[in-house]
T-cell receptor, first 111, second 115 residues
Framework: RKEVEQDPGPFNVPEGATVAFNCTYS??????FFWYRQDCRKEPKLLMS???SGNEDGRFTAQLNRASQYISLLIRDSKLSDSATYLC????????????FGKGTKLSVKP | NAGVTQTPKFQVLKTGQSMTLQCAQD?????MSWYRQDPGMGLRLIHY???????DQGEVPNGYNVSRSTTEDFPLRLLSAAPSQTSVYFC??????????????FGSGTQLSVL
């Protein structure tokens, strides 16, 4: 089975902290990479796509290392509202491009 | 736009009962899919469809059937419910799965318990 591995956490951090999540994937043929956010008992929602050159969206920075098959997400200046589970998502490299979800990393930001 | 609509939100079944989870989208998406999410597991793909009349199996298809008679609707049928099918089910869609960097739109989920 093609795998996407994440540290399950939980990561408990104070407001304002910087926190980093890591993810590894097993299929070298994967071409698309994403971070999704899932709040408790809610549906996943796209946080950001991950590009080879790395990309930033406000306080969030995503990095991709294809050689090591490794993806990261950095959150700076954590807010209480960042508390959620962060899902690493990779396409399966097949012609249909189905997505494989990691089990998620839980983040809890405390006052 | 309503986006992706799933019904029901909650359902309790007895072992052996059958039921259909409904999923509809109003965004003219070609690709639709069903996932299940269990504690300690990532979302796992059950079935998917890349257009009306076309369906295919995902990672965990056993015990489930799907059909895609229209672009908008993609129901998931449990033929004879088993306790192992207790899970949260999500329907998701996007425009065209052959493109990369596509955002998946999820429904709000169905919490299913099989007793």
């Amino acid at each position: 089975r093609k795998e996407v591995e994440q540290d399950p956490g939980p990561f408990n951090v104070p407001e304002g902290a910087t926190v980093a999540f890591n993810c590894t994937y097993s299929n070298s043929a994967s071409q698309s990479f994403f971070w999704y956010r899932q709040d408790c008992r809610k549906e996943p929602k796209l946080l950001m796509s991950v590009y080879s050159s790395g990309n930033e969206d406000g306080r969030f920075t995503a990095q991709l290392n294809r050689a090591s098959q490794y993806i990261s997400l950095l959150i700076r200046d954590s807010k209480l509202s960042d508390s959620a589970t962060y899902l690493c998502v990779v396409n399966d490299g097949g012609s249909q491009g189905n997505l494989i979800f990691g089990k998620g990393t839980k983040l809890s930001v405390k006052p | 736009n309503a986006g992706v609509t799933q019904t029901p939100k909650f359902q309790v079944l007895k072992t052996g009962q059958s039921m259909t989870l409904q999923c509809a989208q109003d965004m003219n998406h070609e690709y639709m899919s069903w996932y299940r999410q269990d504690p300690g597991m990532g979302l796992r793909l059950i079935h998917y469809s890349v257009g009306a009349g076309i369906t295919d199996q995902g990672e965990v298809p056993n015990g489930y059937n799907v059909s895609r008679s229209t672009t908008e609707d993609f129901p998931l049928r449990l033929l004879s419910a088993a306790p192992s099918q207790t899970s949260v089910y999500f329907c998701a869609s996007t425009w065209d799965r052959e493109s990369t960097n596509e955002k998946l739109f999820f429904g709000s989920g169905t919490q299913l318990s099989v007793l």
